[in-house]
């Protein structure tokens, strides 16, 4: 279990855990080893062996091992039972499941993936209004079973209310279910499944099911025990460039008989238990790109240390030197918002539910920079990284899956655009600043707010002044820059209002855009509350400055976009303040 009481060295190995880790390391040092199922986890992994899972990732051969093993320590129960469920005193203790998945990607992506599924599939129950259903998915949790999370099909993609798994009414409250999922996780190990569908009429079922229900039909949300179900039939399992060895599968139900007590919620209630769910799964997921990262670092350092070419270590070569540093910093800076954006989702309630934005911004982000860090290491190791043997070359296939998994980049750049207004104007100074988890400032505990949570409308969702989180970092070199081109895209956003809003690819740039300015927000939050070396956070916004001037030659490249608009973009094109002496503090802190 975690080291509760907030002493001053579990505060400052919190803190120091914003950096890059060894997590595997046994080192008093590594806060992640006191939690027992760290060490499960860890201990597994090491006795299976690098050259084991490989084997299992190129033959892509299912892990009935460490299913076997994670029921006999309880692992998926320990880290996901809400307390009002859990028969062993368990929570749902956000740090520690944050910290789980991270270790969990650092030892293997494709293992962490069915934990992953499982929440979607236990979330979606306990986010639904079927008390009974919600209390048999734990206990089944309890005994080591696997949950699936059935939404996406094969023709509709991203485009749910294109959905044509029916579930009609069939008299007495009983529904018949019929249709097809595609890209499911767990499919063929799962014990439960909650399958989002259509409700529809007895009329329209004996029609043929499709007679115009589409985009009208409410939603409803079922729950399926394949084991147990003869009209399930799993349709195989689709080979993908990663998690090779998971089981994402595809599957059909026809005509299955559903009880009224198998529905978990139906309606508003069904929409919000997939959006509620879907989320925190996003959000989860950065956790597991932290985790890739870390691993193929470690492994980079490793070899760029022992490899020589011309006589010295090719990590001594400065260009080299500079990307591994340039992939610490932006890692660092992964780690700073992902675990800020974390105390947000630990403090959120109906009045405060700003860890919407921030969930988003954490899938657009975190994720997409994972993939910048990786790709900075590849150019530096060069063919080693392609090796079949070692974990990098499987990082840099799982890492590109994370982006498009629980709603695309895509969807949640456009959902965070939807934030803009309400995140610039009329700040309120009465939302708290919520302490730091990271930071020892309150202990982690489960928020039984965010299975009750409903979708709302973005405009309703207040911020503090994003300036608040600069006051003490107002005149480093790196933040000075980022500062100015915040108030410039300010007055993009409200210039472009009259842009033709349904052009997407505006609409992605200026996502891109901002979802960085809520990035360096969390990320300067977190810098301050954890002490930071200024250098470190100075050289953070120095990188960021570079990402948004980049970004901000794209919004200005798209045709359509009026002089006046272009006007601003070109001053918000900062040339980033790289200081040497800060450069060399950053170069002695990460001591590569
Ligand atoms: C390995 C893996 C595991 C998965 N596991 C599950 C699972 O367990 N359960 C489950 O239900 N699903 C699962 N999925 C499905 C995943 O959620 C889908 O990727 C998702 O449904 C989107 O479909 P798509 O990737 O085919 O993209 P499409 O929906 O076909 O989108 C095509 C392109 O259009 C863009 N786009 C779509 N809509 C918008 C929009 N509104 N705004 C802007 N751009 C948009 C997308 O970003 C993308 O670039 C999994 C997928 C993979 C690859």
Redesign the pocket.
Known sequence: MFVRESSTSSKRKGRDSVYPLDLSSRSAENPYMEDSAVRALFEFFEDKGLAALKDEDRLEQWYDDWIVYQRRHGLYAAVLSPKQYSSRGSAFDLLRYSRFLESFAYCSPAHGYSLQ?SF?GIFSVLMGTNTKLKQEVVTALETGELM?????EKDH???LLANEFTIAESGAGTFMANGT?Y????TDAASMISILGRKISHKDSRDGGSGGHANRAPFMLIALRPKQTAAFRSLGKIR?L??RAAN?GSFELKNHLIPAGDVIAEGRAAWDAVFGTITLGKFFLGFGSIGICEHALQEAVTHLRKRRLYGKAVIEMRHIHANVLRACLRLTAMKLYAYRALDYVHTASPSDRRYLLFCAVQKAKVSTEGLKVMALLQECIGAKGFESGGYFEMALRDIQ?IP????????NL?LATQFIPRYFDRPDAALEQPLSLMGGETTSRENSYLMEARAGSPHAVGFRSFSDAYRPLASLNGTVPFLRQIEVFREIATKSENVDRSD?QFE?ALGQCFATIVYGQLIAENAVRLELPEAITSSIFAVLVEDLSTLALRLAAIPGVNNSVRDSISRMIEVPNVNAEEWDFVSRHFAL
């Open positions: 599924v979607l699936a999370f059935g939404v996406s993609g991203s485009d999922k890209y499911i996780g767990n993908t990663g998690v994402v899956l498009s998994l629980e709603g695309s980049m895509h969807i456009g997407l992605m």
